[in-house]
């Protein structure tokens, strides 16, 4: 049996108790090091094989899955924040299911949260924008056409960027091409949350290379825009004393 599970975006305690439990019972473990802490091993038994992933292809990954489950082990393949996010689980999975292999997926805290508690921040912000757009910069993976970040930009809706902090030139200049964005549109970059070393900065949509360039981030940042990060919003309705719903009648 393999459980794929979100190791949670850095610090350790932010794995699920679900997750940590799998940890403790595993009897292989295959963990993606270039961004899971490798503090999160702790959970295992002493002497559980710990296999680090990034030096290995998918076929040596499903090379060492299926060595455990000759044995009868339980591996946990443990994926960086939560693992439907550029996780690249589908091709495991399918792979795991061509070989009859069981498997199930515990989720994790994403980076996505993760830099939203370090802001600290909301997304959806009445007034402002209900929608979040989670995008990436093509890179060595492509991004379809429609897809491309001048016509996502086109929306104004928050937006988080993975994988892109490397890119902010092209990122800046497809933001403005899609008309919604100001220059001075707040950014930020999310370095590292919830990791020791988390770093914030805040900058415009115009500031956002040299912002990077100032700070040395090239990697393992989210980029975070819109005008969620500003200071203008309208208060909730859920809240207001003038609403009434399900829970709650209208204050008189
Ligand atoms: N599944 C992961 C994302 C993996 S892709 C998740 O849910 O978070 C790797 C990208 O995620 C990095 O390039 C970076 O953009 C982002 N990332 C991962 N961990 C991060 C962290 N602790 N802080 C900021 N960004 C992070």
């Known amino acids: 049996m393999v459980h794929i599970v979100g190791a949670g975006c850095g610090a350790a305690d932010l794995i ?3 997750g940590a439990g799998l940890l403790a019972r595993a009897d ?15 959970y295992t038994r002493s002497g559980t094989p710990c296999h680090d992933s990034a030096r290995l292809t998918l076929e040596e990954v499903l090379a060492l899955i299926e060595a455990g489950e000759r044995r009868g082990w339980t591996t946990v393949r443990l994926h960086t924040g939560d693992p439907s996010l550029y996780g690249a689980i589908r091709e495991q999975m399918d792979a795991m299911r061509e070989r009859g292999i069981p498997f199930d997926v515990t989720p994790g805290v994403s980076s996505l949260c993760g830099a939203a508690a370090a802001l600290p921040a909301e997304y959806t912000l009445p007034g402002v924008s209900q929608s979040l757009i989670i995008t990436r910069m093509a890179g060595r993976t ?19 960027l993975f994988l892109s ?77 003038d609403f009434s719903h399900g829970f709650r009648t209208k204050k008189e």
């Open 16 to 18: 699920t108790v679900r």
């Open 28 to 42: 292989q473990v295959i963990y993606a090091g270039s961004l899971v802490n490798p503090e999160l091993l702790n």
């Open 142 to 160: 492509p991004v379809p056409e429609g897809e491309a970040l001048c016509r996502l930009a086109a929306h104004g809706a928050s937006m988080a």
């Open 165 to 241: 902090a490397g890119m902010l030139r092209q990122v800046a200049e497809e933001l403005l091409a899609g008309g919604a964005y100001r220059p001075d549109t707040p950014a930020a970059i999310v370095y590292k949350a919830s990791w020791p070393e988390e770093a914030v900065y805040r900058c415009t949509v115009s500031t956002l290379e040299e912002t990077a360039r100032a700070e040395g981030i090239t990697q393992t940042a989210l980029i975070l825009v819109g005008d969620f990060l500003g200071d203008d919003y309208r208060r909730s309705a859920l809240y207001h004393p």
